[in-house]
C-alpha cells in the first residue's frame, strides 16, 4: 500500500499498540499531525514538550510499556531534553519523535533547525536520524525494540520533513532485524555464579540491596522467595521502592542518603551485599572509600558497564535479574540468620523514638504527617507520583508501598517539575487506578501549565501541593551547611485554590493535622482533578540525612523532641 | 589484588580493536563516549576494513585495567559497535606512522638521510631546502627519530596514531561468531 512517510509514522505506533501520544505540533512535524487524524491513537495536547518527555515516562513506568512523546524541530525538540535525561537516567522506555527540517536544509542553519540527535547523543539510549522514507518503518520499529529490550531507556527518533512527506509502497516489517551490534541479553559466565553461591553460603551478616531492575525484571516473587529461603534482609533504593511489600518482614525499608538508619548501619556492618539490578548511586553509598569496606560484594546487573562502576566488586554476574535469581536459588540451601536479623531490630528500635509518627501531635501541620495520611486514608491503593525535593523523601518514608510501580519518581536526574505531568501519564497507563501526585510548591509551579491539559483533556488526578513556602530541601541544605543563609528559597506561590478555579477544577485548603481526611476524601470523591494545597510547617527537615560525600553512617539524626529542632545542634556520627 | 600476576589497578595504554558499523555519526558516538565517561583517548584511528560496511578502529587509552574493562563494556553498550578486543596483553603488532618534514639542504642533507637509514624511515619527498622522511613503527621508535631530527628542524609532523592487530591467525573478522556476546569478566579477585 502507498503511504506517506507520515502515515508510516502512525502506522508504526498502532503496530506497536500505542494508545496514546504526548506531544506539541509545530512546521517540521505537521505532516505527521495531519496524518494522525486518520489513525486511533489518541494525542494528548500538552503545554510544554518537557511535560510531554515526563508523560511518556510516566505512562512507560507504571505500565512497563514504551510512552511516546512527540515534537516538532528546534525549540520543540530542545523543550524534551529534561525529559529526556530524565528518562535516561532512570531507565525507563520512551521513545520521541521529532521532526526536523527538510533534509536539503539541514546544515543551513534553517528556520527553527536544531541538531537533536548532536544535543541528545550523550541523553538517550540511541538516537536516529531520518532523512529517507525508507528508512522510517525500519528505523521506528528498531527505536522500540531498543528502548524497550535490555536496560531500557529513551530513543530519539528525528524525521525530516520531506521525508514525512514523501510516498513510498509500504511493507510492515515484523521484527527489527538489523541490528548486529546490539546485545540486550547478556549473560553470565558460569564461574560467576558458583562463586556468588558461595559466597552466600559462607556469609553470617548479607544483606540484599534491591532496586529498580527488580521491577523491571519482574523479580517481585522471586526476590521474596530468595529472601525467606536464605532469610537474608532486604533494602531498597528509592526506586526500588515497592519491588517487596513494606510490610514484608525482611523488608528493612529504604537505604541512603535519607534511608533508615538501622538499614545504613546494616549496609555499614555486612559482610555480605547482594545487589540486585541497583547502581550503587551515590545517594545511595555516601563516602565510597568507607563503603560497606568489610563486606564482599556481588552485583547483578542486566548493564555490564554498571559492573565495578562506582563500587569494586567480588562477583558480577551479567544478566536479568529474574533468570539470574532463577538460577541461583534452586542452588541454595536453607538459612537462618537470627543473631544478625535480631541485631537489625535492636537498630531499627532504637530508632524508632526519634521517628516523627511518635511524636506527640502538637496541631501543627507536618508534611510527614500529611503523606502519612494519606496512605493511611486511601488504604496505600493509590500510585504516587512525587515531584523532587523534601516532600519526595518523606513520601519514601511515610508512604508504605506494597506493590510494585505504585510510586513513580524522578531518582537518578532529580528534576523539579516531573511530578504533575508523569502523574497525567500514569493516568493513561492505569485508568482503574486512584493517581496521586504528591508535590512541593516550588516543583509544581515548575510545570503547572499542565493543569490545563488536565482540564481539557477532562482526566482525574489528586495533587497534593506539600506546601513549605521554600525550596525546602534547598533550604534544608542551607540550615545544615551553610549557616542558615536562606539564598533564594523562599518562596511566594499563586493561591492554589484559586489556581484550580482559573482551570475550573477544584481547589482545597488544609491548614491543619484535623482537616487532612476531609479534603483527602473529599478529592477522591471529585470527578475532575483536585488540588489540595497542604500548608505546612515551613522549617522542618528531612531525617535521617547522610551528608553528600560522608560515610554512610555518619547520619544527621532527627533531634529526639520536635520542638527543639529550630535551635537545636545537630546530632551527627551515628550510633 | 593481581590478575595473571598483573596489578589491575596499575595504570598504562590500552590498546583497543574496535569494529564499528560505518554509518554517519558512528565515530562522533565513540568520541563522545569517551568525553562523557572522562576516559583519556591517547590517539583514535580509523579505517575501512576488507567488509563492506564494517570500519575498524584503533583507540588507545591511558587507564588500569578495572576501568579498561569499563571503557570494553561502555563500547559495546552502543548499539553500532560490532566487536571489542582489547588487545593490550595479547601478542599484537602495532604500528604508527608518521610523515616528518625536516629542514635539509645539500650541506645536511646526507646526514639526515644517514639517521633515517639507522630508522630504517624513507625520504618520499625532496625539495632543495626540505625532506619528507616516512617512518612506521612503534610510538617510542618515531619519537626517536624525532629527536634525533630536531636539531635539524622539524618543519611539520603528521601521525595516524596507534593501529594494532593480533598475532596468529584467529582473525576476529572472519569469525562466524563476529557479533557474538562478550561479558566483560565482572570477579574483581
Ligand atoms: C532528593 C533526592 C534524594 C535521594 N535520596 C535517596 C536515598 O536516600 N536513597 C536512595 O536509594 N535513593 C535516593 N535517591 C535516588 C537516587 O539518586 C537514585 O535514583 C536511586 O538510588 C537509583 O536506584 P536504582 O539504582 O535502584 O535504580 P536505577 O538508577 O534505575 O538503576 C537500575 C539498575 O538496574 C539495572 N537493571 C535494569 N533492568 C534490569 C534487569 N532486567 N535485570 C537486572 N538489572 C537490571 C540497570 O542496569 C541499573 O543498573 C534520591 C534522589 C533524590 C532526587
Ligand atoms: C529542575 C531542577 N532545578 C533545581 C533543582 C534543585 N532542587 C532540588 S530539591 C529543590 C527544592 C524543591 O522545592 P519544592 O518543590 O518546594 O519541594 P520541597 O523540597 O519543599 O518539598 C531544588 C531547588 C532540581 N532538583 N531540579
Known amino acids: 500500500m502507498e503511504r506517506k512517510g507520515a502515515q508510516i509514522v502512525w502506522e508504526v ?22 496524518a494522525m487524524l486518520d489513525y486511533p491513537v489518541r494525542h494528548v495536547l500538552v503545554r510544554h514538550e518537557q511535560g510531554a518527555a ?8 507504571a505500565s512497563g510499556r514504551v510512552g511516546v512523546a512527540m515534537a516538532t524541530s528546534g525549540p520543540g525538540a530542545t523543550n524534551l531534553v529534561t525529559g529526556i535525561a530524565t528518562a535516561m537516567m532512570d531507565s525507563s522506555p520512551i521513545v520521541c519523535i521529532t521532526g526536523q527540517v527538510p533534509s536539503t536544509a539541514i546544515g543551513s542553519d534553517a528556520f527553527q533547525e536544531t541538531d537533536v540527535t548532536g544535543v541528545t547523543l550523550p541523553i538517550t539510549k540511541h538516537n536516529y536520524l531520518v532523512t529517507d522514507v525508507e528508512e522510517i518503518g525500519p528505523t521506528m520499529r528498531e527505536a522500540f525494540y531498543v528502548a524497550r529490550s535490555g536496560r531500557p531507556g529513551p530513543v530519539l527518533v528525528d524525521i525530516s520533513k520531506d521525508a514525512q512527506i514523501a510516498s513510498i509502497e509500504y511493507v510492515p516489517a515484523d521484527a527489527p532485524e538489523r541490528l548486529p551490534g546490539y546485545r540486550p541479553d547478556l549473560r553470565a559466565l558460569p564461574e560467576e555464579y558458583e562463586h556468588a553461591l558461595e559466597l552466600i553460603e559462607e556469609a553470617e551478616r548479607p544483606i540484599i540491596l534491591a532496586g529498580h531492575g527488580v521491577m523491571m525484571s519482574g523479580a517481585m516473587q522471586i526476590l521474596i522467595d530468595f529472601a525467606e529461603k536464605t532469610q537474608i534482609p532486604v533494602t531498597t533504593t528509592l526506586l526500588g521502592l515497592g519491588g517487596i511489600p513494606a510490610s514484608h518482614p525482611l523488608n528493612q525499608g529504604m537505604m541512603g542518603m535519607h534511608g533508615e538508619s538501622w538499614v545504613n548501619h546494616a549496609i555499614q556492618e555486612a559482610d555480605l551485599l547482594l545487589a540486585f539490578g541497583m547502581r550503587f548511586d551515590d545517594r545511595v553509598t555516601g563516602n565510597l572509600k568507607t563503603y560497606a569496606v568489610n563486606a564482599k560484594k556481588i552485583h547483578i546487573d542486566i548493564d555490564p558497564t554498571e559492573i565495578d562502576k562506582n563500587v569494586r566488586v567480588d562477583v558480577g554476574i551479567v544478566g536479568d535479574l529474574r533468570e539470574t535469581l532463577e538460577i541461583l536459588l534452586p542452588q541454595l540451601t536453607q538459612k537462618e540468620h537470627t543473631a544478625w536479623l535480631e541485631h537489625i531490630d535492636e537498630l531499627r528500635g532504637d530508632s524508632a523514638v526519634r521517628d516523627i509518627q511518635s511524636l506527640p501531635d502538637t496541631g501543627a501541620l507536618y508534611a510527614a504527617h500529611v503523606i502519612n495520611d494519606i496512605w493511611r486514608i486511601t488504604e496505600g491503593k493509590p500510585i504516587i507520583v512525587t515531584d523532587v525535593g523534601q516532600h519526595q523523601m518523606w513520601e519514601a518514608q511515610y508512604f508504605k508501598h506494597e506493590k510494585p510501580f505504585t510510586l513513580i519518581t524522578s531518582g537518578g536526574l532529580g528534576t523539579m517539575g516531573f511530578g504533575l505531568p508523569a502523574a497525567i501519564g500514569v493516568r493513561f497507563a492505569k485508568p482503574e487506578d486512584e493517581v496521586w501526585a504528591i508535590v512541593g510548591d516550588g516543583g509544581f509551579q515548575m510545570t503547572q501549565a499542565e493543569l490545563s491539559t488536565c482540564a481539557q ?26 549557616g542558615r543563609r536562606y539564598a533564594a528559597t523562599p518562596m511566594l506561590s499563586p493561591d492554589f485554590v484559586k489556581l484550580a478555579d482559573a482551570h475550573g477544577l477544584l481547589g482545597l485548603r488544609v491548614e491543619e493535622r484535623g482537616q487532612v481526611e476531609d479534603a483527602v476524601r473529599r478529592a477522591q470523591q471529585e470527578p475532575g482533578t483536585v488540588i489540595i494545597d497542604f500548608r505546612v510547617v515551613q522549617e522542618d527537615s528531612v531525617y535521617p ?25 545537630l546530632v551527627g556520627g551515628g550510633r | 589484588m593481581t590478575d595473571n600476576g598483573r596489578n589491575p589497578l596499575r595504570e598504562g595504554i590500552h590498546t583497543f580493536v574496535v569494529y564499528v558499523e560505518d554509518k554517519p555519526g558512528v565515530l562522533n558516538r565513540v568520541a563522545s563516549l569517551f568525553r562523557r565517561r572522562a576516559f583519556n583517548i591517547e590517539s583514535l584511528a580509523v579505517g575501512p576494513t576488507d567488509r563492506p560496511g564494517i ?19 561502555n563500547l559495546y553498550k552502543l548499539v553500532n559497535v560490532l566487536r571489542v578486543e582489547n588487545v ?11 610523515l616528518i618534514k625536516v629542514k635539509a639542504d645539500s650541506s645536511t642533507r646526507a646526514q639526515v638521510l644517514q639517521m633515517c637509514d639507522v630508522f630504517r624511515a624513507r625520504a618520499v619527498d625532496v625539495t632543495p631546502d626540505s625532506l619528507i622522511v616516512e617512518i612506521t613503527g612503534t610510538e617510542e621508535k618515531i619519537e626517536s627519530l624525532c629527536e634525533v631530527l ?3 628542524g622539524i618543519l611539520e609532523m603528521v601521525r595516524t596514531g596507534r593501529v594494532a592487530m593480533t598475532r596468529g591467525s584467529d582473525v576476529p573478522s572472519t569469525n562466524p561468531e563476529f557479533v557474538a556476546a562478550r561479558v566483560p569478566n565482572g570477579s574483581a579477585s
Open chain 1, 13 to 34: 505506533l498502532t503496530q506497536e499498540g500505542v494508545e496514546v501520544v504526548f506531544g506539541y505540533p509545530g512546521g517540521a512535524i505537521l505532516p505527521t499531525y495531519d
Open chain 1, 54 to 61: 515526563h508523560m511518556a515516562d510516566g505512562y512507560a513506568r
Open chain 1, 457 to 482: 483533556e477532562g482526566i482525574k488526578i489528586n495533587v497534593a501541593i506539600i506546601n513549605n513556602g521554600f525550596l525546602g530541601m534547598v533550604r534544608q541544605w542551607q540550615e545544615f551547611f551553610y
Open chain 1, 545 to 569: 540525612m547522610v551528608p553528600a560525600g560522608a560515610d554512610l553512617d555518619a547520619m544527621i539524626r532527627r533531634p529526639s523532641s520536635i520542638v527543639e529542632t529550630a535551635e537545636d545542634e
Open chain 2, 55 to 73: 570500519s575498524r578502529m584503533t583507540i588507545a587509552v591511558k587507564t588500569d585495567d578495572v576501568v579498561a574493562r569499563r571503557v570494553e563494556a
Open chain 2, 88 to 98: 593490550t596483553h595479547l601478542p599484537t603488532v602495532m604500528r604508527d606512522l608518521a
Open chain 2, 150 to 152: 630536531r636539531p635539524f
